[in-house]
């Protein structure tokens, strides 16, 4: 068990200003295996402090230097990738193979790609316009908010480029998985990050979080989470008209066209919904098959689902552990209860738990999914796939754009023109083309209700600096 009884801010272990305490608990098992402090604004006030006072050494920090210290970052989270990824399964349940392949991989590509973004804008230099020199200054204070279901990763899409930048950041992680943000804090301060850059205080995102968003001193909000709790920190941030970026929820549409190679696009579909236990913002939960292969592909989901053994994180045979939390369980479930309630048909799965303790959830396909149902329309966040028949290409666009999020997509075809042609019309930050990887350089956010702004590589750097004309320095 872990018990963690300090935030950390302004470099030092700090106790929090009042008591109050977060359980974290395998969702396996319902084990204890982390206690963490619940935080309060006071904790929050004395973060955004250091943060600001950290801030303009940090900014006039050569960004050579600020680079050295996210490659050490980077080589710390690689050399600890089996433990902070055991970490990781133990929060928030995902199979060790997989948080040990995915999970700390990603946070440490996205360090990666934060430093080498900001090495590509050292080399381009600064702009000119006519006599204008134009220049690239860190935002500020940055709060980082973000979710439970890639907690490390997550983290560090916000974090790296924020220092890269120049920018101070005061972190509030999940509260459901907070473990790996504070193996995170002692990472950087192995790497010698100056006291201040980065300050960690959890707690509840109604009181910790909304008091990050609400702090006059925090410049920038970085939000990852529910579209719900999206729209609550636009509000708030609204008053102190802050810069916000928004990554929120997903319903995204995987379009099989007819010429696909079924043999390979229908078991890399079901990966796309299921990886991560379902719980990707990006999950590809719809499945859009042209109506006559929908015999065909129902037979091959099934077929392809059977292998997404279900199982204790531990297990390395297990490819779906359980889902975060019984919380989510219950959430979970009632979708699928709301799928057959509503007509959809059940092909595979269905809501009786596989394993009678712990928060698993049968891998559950469902077909004759209508656009207008709820399983079709909102985000479910669990292994469950719904497919839907379509009969032309153009109804395949309409059902894949009527929903309120815009986040991702994919289109399955072995004529890549016809491909493109098809991602094109859908209205989402980004469509994978034939089960391409995730691309952590590429830009990656949503349109419509899945947020604002976008993160990795590039992009995601420049979301966090303000733009300064410099009139006759050109
Ligand atoms: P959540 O919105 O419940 O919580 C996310 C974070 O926000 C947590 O740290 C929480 O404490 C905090 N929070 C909640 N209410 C808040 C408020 N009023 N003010 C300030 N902070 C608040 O989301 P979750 O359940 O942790 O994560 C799942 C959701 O995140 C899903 O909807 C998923 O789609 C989304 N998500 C999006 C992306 C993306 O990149 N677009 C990535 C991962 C997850």
Not at 381 to 390: A, D, H, R
């Amino acid at each position: 068990m872990i018990e963690r009884k300090a935030f950390y801010i302004g470099g030092e272990w700090t106790a929090p200003a009042a008591g109050g305490v977060t359980e974290v608990r395998d969702p396996a098992t319902g084990e204890l295996v982390g206690r963490t402090p619940r935080g309060t604004a006071e904790d929050v006030d004395a973060a955004v402090a250091a943060a600001r006072a950290a801030f303009e050494p940090w900014a006039a920090t050569p960004p050579t230097e600020r680079i050295a210290v996210l490659d050490r970052v980077r080589d710390a989270l690689r050399a600890r990738n089996d433990e902070l990824a055991d970490l990781i399964s133990a929060e928030m349940g995902a199979p060790r193979t997989f948080s040990r392949g995915a999970h700390v991989t990603m946070a440490v590509n996205n360090f990666d790609a934060a430093a080498r973004a900001m090495e590509e804008i050292l080399a381009e230099g600064e702009e000119t316009i006519g006599s204008t020199l134009v220049v690239r200054e860190p935002v500020g204070v940055v709060g980082a908010i973000t979710p439970w279901n890639f907690p490390l990763h997550q983290i560090s899409a916000k974090v790296a480029p924020a220092l890269a930048a120049g920018c101070t950041v005061v972190l509030k992680p999940s509260e459901v998985a907070p473990l790996s943000a504070y193996a995170l804090a002692e990472i950087f301060a192995e790497a010698g990050l100056p006291a201040g850059v980065f300050n960690l205080v959890g707690g509840a995102g109604r009181v910790v979080g909304e008091r990050i968003v609400a702090h006059p001193d925090v410049d920038m909000v970085s939000f990852t989470g529910s579209t719900q709790a999206g729209r609550r920190i636009a509000e708030l941030a609204a008053t102190g008209l802050k810069k916000v970026t928004l990554e929120l929820g997903g319903k995204s549409a995987n379009i099989l066209l007819d010429d696909a190679d079924l043999a390979v696009a229908v078991p890399a579909a079901v990966k796309q919904c299921y990886a991560n236990t379902g719980q990707a913002c990006a999950a590809l939960s719809r499945l859009l098959v042209p109506r006559s292969l929908l015999d065909e592909v129902e037979r091959r989901a099934a077929e392809a689902a059977t292998a997404w053994t279900v199982g204790q994180p531990s297990d390395p045979s297990a490819k779906l552990g359980p889902v975060a939390s019984p919380d989510q369980q219950r959430s979970v479930l009632g979708f699928i209860d709301s799928g057959i309630a509503e007509g959809a048909r059940l092909v595979l799965g269905g809501p009786t738990p596989p394993i009678a303790t712990g928060a698993f959830v049968s891998p559950t396909i469902f077909s004759d999914v209508t656009g207008d149902m709820t399983i079709a329309q909102e985000e479910i966040f669990g292994p469950v796939l719904s497919i839907l028949p379509y009969d032309t290409e153009d109804e395949a666009v309409r059902i894949a754009n009527s929903v309120p999020y815009g986040l991702s997509g994919g289109v399955w075809s072995t004529d890549r023109d016809r491909a493109v042609a098809l991602a094109r019309r859908l209205r989402t930050g980004q469509v994978v083309l034939n089960g391409q990887p995730l691309n952590l350089r590429a830009p990656f956010g949503g349109y419509g209700q899945s947020g604002l702004g976008r993160e990795y590589g590039r992009y995601g750097l420049e979301e966090y600096f303000e733009i300064k004309s410099l009139q006759g320095a050109g």
